[in-house]
Nanobody, 123 residues
């Protein structure tokens, strides 16, 4: 199993930047494909970005492409999401997720989830 803890959320003005981190503990971090998802109040959880086991392949939702960047440091057991040019519609709770066999945009494919970190973007 793997345990995931997100951090780095907060309040930022539109156009600003934040960097989210997801610290993993338990099994070898490089054994897991990783993803970021977000959920706004009253909305379903939606895919943001995903990254393969050693970080060669990345995949983004159209809504964040060109503004967000997913990366991982397997030596530090940490996943990152650099968020630039933030918009009020990016406001949500952001979750990281892990799975041994999958990385991509389908939340139901992930076995492990963190508790989430709040990102609020003011206009």
């Amino acid at each position: 199993q793997v345990q995931l803890v997100e951090s780095g959320g907060g309040l930022v003005q539109a156009g600003g930047s934040l960097r989210l981190s997801c610290a993993a503990s338990g099994r070898t971090f490089s054994s897991y494909g990783m993803g970021w998802f977000r959920q706004a109040p009253g909305k379903e959880r939606e895919f943001v970005a995903a990254i393969s086991w050693i970080g060669v392949d990345t995949y983004y939702a159209d809504s964040v492409k060109g503004r967000f960047a997913i990366s991982r440091d397997n030596a530090k057991n940490t996943l990152y999401l650099q968020m630039n040019s933030l918009k009020p519609e990016d406001t949500a709770v952001y979750y990281c997720a892990a799975d041994e066999r999958y990385y991509g945009g389908k939340p139901y494919e992930y076995d492990y989830w963190g508790q989430g970190t709040q990102v609020t973007v003011s206009a």
